[in-house]
């Protein structure tokens, strides 16, 4: 609550009390700035008339570092104009003095409620996201085992050698001549660097697939899309190896401020849809990914691919949830639904365009990252007394 006069803050925090939320007060809006920047809140009342900065342009801060919140403009002086102003702004409501408790408690109750809903819906949007990548990770369970089944044969079975011949060695220290000695230890130590190999695939598989399972927070952080790309490739390589050849096409490409695991989901899905679209028909197919700078510094991505393609009236059902044009059973209708929510949280876009029989591309854009040491630091919420 930012109001330059005592008593009102005293009605405003008894509103807020009986509306059932935790009421914190500033005097003016550079008070307000400092617990703004300190803290999270659910909802802002904000005096429209205030010495020093005005309510409206407190607002306009507030919507920049705290987005999520509710904020309810309350002014004695209110016109139309400034009405219109404030909801340009952002302002959930607008509210003129003097007011009835009752109007504003219920007021201020619509703006918690809406808050509450959020962050519910953001929180089922969070457990989809996980509940996507248990199903990717269920599909791709096949490939994994047969991607580390080829190298533990070898190695086994290289182990086995070795078991037979250290022993013989050692016996025939001695009885060889050099030169048969020599030639022994030298197939030895190749058979060593065979486990080795092997056994860095496995480590390398393991920690992918570890990689993309874990449950990932909000955090973001500096992503090269190259990486991530080639990752998502090579855990799709089972389902990509006998149905089509890969094509990497990488330019010059900003790095992007993301969640890389959200990231490799999203790579993922749209890599193994490819796979899926193409039929084991024997044909030369090819799955075409592309990393690029656009006009504007954005990074750009493409997936294509040289499968069946989508026909026109499913084009406008894509990214809908629970759509799906694959057999009962093989598709959740979630992928592309989660696909699109995840790069709209990191302000991308993803763009779809097909043509039957000839293939699909998804297009992704990004913003660029730009260093900028003015960024507000994370908010936590927090519980405060009213002074």
Request: glycine share 10%.
């Given at each position: 609550m930012v109001d330059d006069e005592p008593a009102l803050r005293a009605l405003l925090a008894f509103v807020v009390q009986r509306a059932g939320a935790v009421p914190v007060v500033a005097a003016d809006a550079a008070s307000a700035r400092q617990l703004a920047a300190r803290h999270t809140f659910a909802c802002a009342l904000i005096d429209k008339n205030m010495p020093g900065e005005s309510g409206l342009e407190f607002l306009k801060w507030l919507r920049v570092t705290q987005p999520e919140c509710n904020a309810v403009i309350v002014t004695a002086y209110g016109n139309v104009d400034?009405?219109?102003?404030a909801l340009r702004l952002g302002a959930f409501d607008y509210l003129l003095k003097p007011f009835e408790v009752d109007a504003l408690e219920h007021r201020l109750k619509l703006a918690l409620e809406q808050y509450r809903m959020r962050q519910e819906r953001e929180h089922m949007q969070a457990m989809l996201v996980q509940s996507d990548r248990l199903a990717s990770?269920?599909?791709?369970?096949?490939?994994?085992?047969?991607?580390?089944?080829?190298?533990?044969?070898?190695?086994?079975?290289?182990?086995?050698?070795?078991?037979?011949?250290?022993?013989?060695?050692?016996?025939?220290?001695?009885l060889q001549d050099t030169l048969t000695l020599g030639k022994r230890l030298e197939a030895v130590e190749t058979t060593l660097r065979d486990i080795r190999e092997g056994a860095e695939r496995v480590r390398d598989i393991a920690r992918d697939v570890k990689a993309f399972a874990r449950d990932s927070d909000d955090a973001s952080m500096?992503?090269?899309?190259?990486?991530v790309l080639d990752a998502a490739l090579k855990m799709a390589l089972v389902h990509i190896r006998y149905r089509a050849r890969v094509v990497r096409d990488y330019q010059e490409v900003p790095m992007v401020l993301a969640n890389e695991p959200r990231l490799a989901q999203v790579f993922l899905n749209l890599v193994v849809n490819a796979a899926q679209a193409i039929p084991e028909d024997g044909g030369e197919h090819e799955i075409r990914v592309r990393l690029w700078t656009g006009p504007q510094?954005?990074?750009?991505?493409?997936?294509?691919?040289?499968?069946?393609?989508?026909?026109?009236?499913?084009?406008?059902?894509?990214?809908?949830?629970f759509f799906t044009t694959k057999p009962r059973g093989e598709g959740t209708g979630l992928g592309l639904f989660i696909c699109k929510s995840i790069v709209e949280a990191f302000d991308g876009a993803i763009t779809v365009s097909s043509h039957p029989g000839r293939g699909t591309s998804f297009r992704l854009t990004l913003p660029p990252h730009v260093r900028d040491s003015a960024l507000p630091a994370a908010l936590e919420p927090v519980a405060l007394a009213v002074s």
């Open positions: 400034s009405a219109v102003e990770l269920g599909l791709l369970a096949a490939g994994v085992v047969h991607e580390v089944n080829t190298p533990l044969a070898y190695i086994l079975s290289n182990l086995d050698w070795l078991d037979e011949e250290l022993p013989s060695l050692r016996q025939g220290v001695g500096l992503v090269d899309l190259r990486e510094g954005e990074a750009c991505a493409e997936v294509t691919d040289t499968g069946m393609g989508i026909a026109p009236e499913h084009m406008a059902h894509l990214f809908e949830p």
